[in-house]
């Protein structure tokens, strides 16, 4: 038998986190939730180049200038109408002879690179265009 004693163990005390600290930091992630949600923009509409005016605005009799990106090759090819330029000069040229109330959309060809696009729609902007967009697909 065994008549040892036993030790009387005293009860450890668990390290225990602030209260107040904790409540700070609840209160800021809420804070920074609320924030974050209410600067963000709504999604359910986005804006696009080619809007529709509403009735407040005073709409364009004019169709917008089409402008079509081709690559043959190594070599990029404007279209803007009927008329055909192989450099950003002379298509800056171009458009700067035709009536800007409309404005431009920007269309690409296949194999066409982004920065065939991107020579288009800086030389619209260039050429004095405030509304330029791009239109994806054919």
């Given at each position: 038998m065994n008549f040892r004693r036993r030790e009387v163990r005293a009860i450890e005390s668990i390290p225990r986190l602030s209260l107040v600290a904790f409540i700070d930091i609840v209160l800021f992630l809420l804070l920074y939730l609320?924030?974050?949600g209410t600067l963000t923009p709504p999604e359910a509409r986005i804006a696009t180049g080619v809007e529709r005016p509403s009735a407040s605005q005073k709409s364009s009799p004019l169709a917008?200038?089409?402008l079509r990106v081709e690559r043959n090759?190594?070599?990029v090819q404007f279209q803007v109408g009927q008329r055909?330029?192989?450099s950003r000069e002379a298509l800056v040229v171009a458009l700067t002879q035709?009536?800007?109330?409309g404005g431009v959309i920007v269309t690409a060809g296949e194999g066409t690179l982004v920065a065939d696009v991107a020579t288009g729609l800086q030389a619209a902007k260039d050429a004095g265009f405030s509304r330029v967009s791009y239109a994806a697909g054919r």
């Open positions: 609320m924030l974050a917008p200038i089409r090759g190594d070599r055909e330029v192989a035709v009536p800007k109330d």
